[in-house]
């Protein structure tokens, strides 16, 4: 019997969001034996609850389809709506007559911890009431904390404009090179530091810039670290040091908690500040030595300049892939990405129970990281460099990037 | 008779400066009539002065110059040196007697307001005593800020990198389009607001964000600001808004400097603060709303994710430019930019005087700033959206972008 689809993006974008929506919806598109309509929820969950969904098919007639799929952010909207844990809440079953309202046999959603969250629950409540509807979580995220995935879509993306920004933030810092000084760049994970290992990529060659790297981790002490920001200024006149947004003592106070607390400007507004500006300060104010520090912010998750086109193909294949996994008949699942062993990279989809994923987050193993904390190993790079392969021409419009958007 | 040409690179880098650096060495190299050796000194006047210099000819013959082309950064290195008011100080005749040492007939200055200071003194030295040494000036600054030129190599690539960049600034705040937000982003520019008028391209339609622009040319008042804002948030629930680093009161306090006096943080350390993240503080304490302020930072002048194609061929094409005119005769020139009038964009090469030049800046023009200082007017658009026009592939190894270094 046809049903329709409807698919829905939350929590944070990334660079390759809308190309798994993309995914989704053409290959839903072209399954007009088993669907019906494809509907995209607008911000989310939340947004359906409220009635806010659109009809997908016209956008591939129009080319706009083609176009999402280079686009950052997240077209259909996001939200951060979090179902109750309480499966007899009154919303499960006003969710579910929407379902009914408009037919729906099988719903996707792209997201990470908490959007699997909302799929387990989601997929629960359909067996508990005996409902056939099909539920199936895309993973995203740039933070590659989901556990039982080698790698989530968007991970790659960013880990190439962390890697390439940072090499040319070195290069910017190597051309006063006969004056010392320090830049410490903030890099996007509160708890996993993923995204800031990939720094290391951006080494030209051994000794190159960033000598130093930190993540959340391992337990970090501004002691040791003002120590060995010293011991590397002794090879490297212009250090360029990349640490996680996260990092901590290990005892679960950030580093940059021990700055918030205290500044207020001239207005008496608090200052927040972030680990980088924490460090700046506290190399300027103990080392003496000429420092800056640079916070990669949002640009991580939304730019389009340094789009790995492994990621990109794959973000689409595993939204394609869900989509078929759905109509045969699997629910309560997510995709996961599965890395075949041996030298040469390749990739293959299978599905995990989402109720064993959501609300988990996957570390950076230990010994892919130095003993003493600072450095990244091999491990790393061999498992992040076949993900930030290949470079993707996105669409260009009077000298910018052309992206889609919903009028 | 064959004289050695040197060329040297000054002030901050940006992504066009080795494009530059690559236009007189390749036309250097091919005048062989007229040229001995290529130098490039190392770290500007100063290294020259410390006998830093190398032999570019090897570059053309290994490739490393075609890639240095693309490579973002002072490939030769910088400095900030300031050459000494006293044309009788004992440094000029040191420095002229290095010039006779290497056998130089022609001197090239890659750089911005201050390095037109150092050709300035020292083609006037020349004069006083008599050398025929020929001193050129090529242009180079993302604060597009130099008098008698239509525009400057640099300012084109950060142009497009600030629009790009805000354009997906733009996409992320909007994801969350149910609930209101401020996102404020600052960027580079102390006292010439072109850059952050170039935030008016990310509009992909008329209403679209950046909706509020403040730069440097106009008063900034924080209380007239809080109700623009409050204003703009009625029609658009995401508000992006673009600030210079140097947004001031008008009567010469920057904005900036009124938070960054008091804030200390637990340790004691003074905390410095941008302009934007005092509007971020001053936008939380007062109005109430999710706000987040993002510094676009060094990115701004060393990214290649962004290069303009017109601005790269256009700074290569300046560097070959300016050794015609030295081996014409030409010496105390700067080489300008001359736009044709009408209304496809042409470009010619012209040259100036540079004692003209050195120590002047020049600002937006008022006209192309809305009445109320929160705008820009399509004056501005005009001018700017020719600058960015062309992509440029950099080339990629390992999944990175390749540069050139000095090995």
Redesign the interface.
């Known amino acids: 019997m046809i049903k329709n689809v409807i698919v829905g993006?939350s929590g944070?974008?990334t660079a390759v969001i809308n190309a798994s929506l993309y995914g989704v919806v053409s290959e839903a598109l072209s399954q007009k034996d088993a669907v019906g309509n494809v509907y995209g929820m607008i911000?989310g969950i939340?947004?359906f609850l409220n009635g806010q969904i659109m009809d997908m098919a016209p956008l591939r007639e129009s080319g706009e389809l083609e176009l999402i799929r280079t686009?950052?952010?997240?077209y259909l909207?996001?939200?951060?709506y979090k179902l109750p844990e309480d499966l007899s809440d009154e919303v499960y079953p006003r969710i579910f007559e929407k379902f009914l309202e408009y037919e729906i046999g099988y719903f996707f959603y792209i997201g990470g911890n908490d959007s699997m969250d909302t799929v387990s629950k989601l997929s629960r409540y359909a067996e508990q009431t005996g409902s056939d509807i099909r539920f199936i979580g895309i993973p995203k995220t740039i933070d590659n904390d989901l556990i039982l995935t080698d790698h989530t879509p968007g991970f790659g993306s960013a880990a190439?404009f962390v890697?390439?920004?940072v090499?040319?933030?070195a290069?910017?810092a190597?051309?006063?090179?006969?004056k010392q000084s320090v830049t410490i760049v903030e890099i996007m994970g509160r708890h996993a530091g993923w995204l800031t290992a990939a720094s290391v990529?951006?080494r030209?060659y051994k000794e190159d810039n960033p000598v130093l790297i930190y993540l959340p981790e391992t337990a970090f002490d501004p002691e040791v670290f003002l120590s060995e920001v010293q011991a590397a200024l002794e090879d490297t006149a212009n250090l360029v040091v990349c640490v996680s947004e996260g990092i901590n003592d290990g005892k679960g106070t950030f580093i940059c908690e021990?700055?918030?607390?205290?500044?207020?400007?001239?207005?008496?507004?608090?200052?927040?500040?972030g680990s980088g500006?924490?460090l700046e300060?506290?190399v300027?104010?103990r080392l003496g030595i000429k420092v800056?520090s640079?916070?990669l912010?949002?640009?991580q998750?939304?730019?389009?300049?340094?789009l790995?086109a492994t990621d990109l193909s794959e973000a689409a294949d595993s939204g394609a892939f869900g989509v078929k996994c759905a109509l045969a008949g699997e629910t309560g699942r997510m995709i996961s990405f599965i890395r075949k062993p041996g030298e040469d990279y390749e990739l293959t989809f299978g599905t995990e129970d989402v109720n064993l994923i959501c609300n988990q987050e996957k570390a950076v193993p230990r010994e892919w990281i130095s003993e003493n904390g600072s450095d990244i190993e091999k491990e790393f790079i061999d498992y992040a460099?076949p993900l930030?392969?290949?470079?993707v021409?996105v669409p260009?419009e009077?000298?910018?990037?052309k992206?889609a958007?919903r009028k």
């Not at 909207?77 to 951060?80: D, P, Q």
């Not at 930030?388 to 470079?391: L, N, P, T």
């Open positions: 993006q944070g974008p911000n939340e947004g686009t950052p952010g997240s909207g996001s939200c951060r190439k890697a390439s920004t090499r040319e933030i290069v910017d190597s051309v006063y090179d006969n990529l951006a030209k021990l700055a918030s607390d205290v500044g207020v400007d001239t207005f008496g507004h608090k200052m927040l500040t500006k924490f300060n506290l300027r104010d800056r640079i916070e912010n949002v640009p998750r939304c730019s389009s300049a340094w790995s460099l930030i392969q290949g470079s021409t260009e009077n000298g910018l990037p992206f958007y």
